[in-house]
């Protein structure tokens, strides 16, 4: 049942309950929620993740690999890590000056003998970059939208339950003056 008059909870009325109080607030809180901390939840989550995504995974480390044939073509983006970088062979040397070899991404027609840089775990095995530019911004806008959204869903969830916590206690109060008539 809805009413003509607007904002008729928040105006002085005899007939105005404490839930319709309780549920005035409670809306407008929703509404400060969802217009403020849910694109705040999202921006924080955004950024934590893009400035965490472009530090190493703990006990990473970086070394200089030399490629031993020259890099293929640049072919589709969607064979590539990126754009700018196709995989081919690279050899190197551990702490220890055994050879290592492997495959890793690199510029495209990079000829045979030029350096580049590859990433190894704690246990010196090679590792993917850890992260390309592109591939942590598009993660950083994904999971800032996904909390934004769980966010979103959380407040309209809470007000729904209090709405209907309300509306059962109209209920149960309705049901008690009207036992106390008859």
């Known amino acids: 049942m809805s009413t003509s008059v607007r904002f008729w909870r928040w105006r002085r009325n005899p007939l105005r309950r404490g839930s319709d109080r309780v549920q005035a607030w409670t809306f407008l ?33 970086s070394v200089s690999a030399t490629l031993t044939a020259k890099a293929p073509p640049p072919t589709t983006p969607s064979e590539t890590n990126n754009v700018n970088r196709v995989e081919a062979a690279v050899q190197w040397h551990d702490a220890d000056g055994h050879r290592h ?16 840089t590859v990433w190894l775990d704690e246990k010196g095995d ?14 950083a806008l994904t999971l800032g939208a996904l909390a934004a959204t769980g966010t979103a869903v959380l407040v309209v969830t809470f007000y729904a339950l209090v709405r209907v916590r309300l ?16």
Request: glycine letters at 8%; a positive charge.
């Open 126 to 139: 090679l590792r993917k970059d850890f992260m390309q530019p592109v591939q942590t911004q598009s993660r």
């Open 101 to 116: 070899s492997g495959f890793a991404w690199v510029r495209p027609n990079s000829p045979s003998g030029s350096r580049t």
């Open 167 to 182: 509306a059962r206690r109209r209920a149960w109060q309705l049901d008690l003056e009207w036992s106390s008539i008859a």
């Open 29 to 61: 809180l929703s509404i400060l929620l969802l217009a403020i901390g849910a694109p705040v939840v999202g921006v924080v989550t955004g950024m934590s993740v893009a400035a965490s995504a472009s530090r190493p995974p703990a006990g990473w480390h």
